[in-house]
């Protein structure tokens, strides 16, 4: 019973934060991929440049800077083309997801996690953020009713006293 209750408040409270579990990453790491990657291109094979990129761009991503999420949506989008498995074409749509979702472009979001879905329907990563989409579109909607709950109870209230008070003057 004290799990289910402490679930219940653990859940209330991300709900209100906006936690979830989509782990971020520090400027420290996406400095260490950059350098990895400027290292993997002097005369590394392909598979390593690739490697890296990849590892820079799930840095970029899950970056607590805006500036390095766009970027790391740059990188990928542009080297979405170049996807040479279905398990890369995979990796690639769902770090874009990420992206997006960390941007704030949860329909956009909610769409290359889908597409990544089709690729593997049961993949954990995918499904997580999935569900981390939803909760956040359902937040959104919930606080943006409340929002506009409380701007007409705002706007009633202040039709009333003006009422109120033309009809004291007469």
Wanted: charged share 25%.
């Amino acid at each position: 019973m004290d799990a289910k209750i402490g679930n219940f408040f653990e859940s209330v409270g991300n709900f209100f934060t906006g936690g979830d579990q989509i782990p971020w990453c520090d400027s420290d790491i996406v400095i260490g991929c950059e350098r990895e990657v400027a290292e993997a291109g002097k005369g590394s094979s392909d598979e390593l440049k690739n490697e890296c990129i990849m590892r820079l761009s799930w840095a970029l991503v899950h970056s607590k800077r805006p500036e390095d999420v766009q970027r790391g949506i740059a990188m990928l989008e542009a080297s979405l083309g170049g996807s040479n498995s279905p398990q890369q074409m995979r990796e690639k749509i769902y770090l874009l997801a990420v992206g997006y979702y960390r941007s704030g472009d949860y329909a956009r979001s909610r769409q290359l996690v889908e597409r990544s879905l089709e690729i593997e329907p049961e993949w954990r990563q995918a499904l997580a953020l999935r569900k981390t989409i939803e909760d956040k579109i359902t937040k959104d909607g919930v606080i943006g009713i409340g929002i506009a709950a409380t701007a007409v109870t705002a706007v009633g209230l202040l039709a009333g006293g003006i009422v109120a008070a033309l009809s004291r003057k007469k």
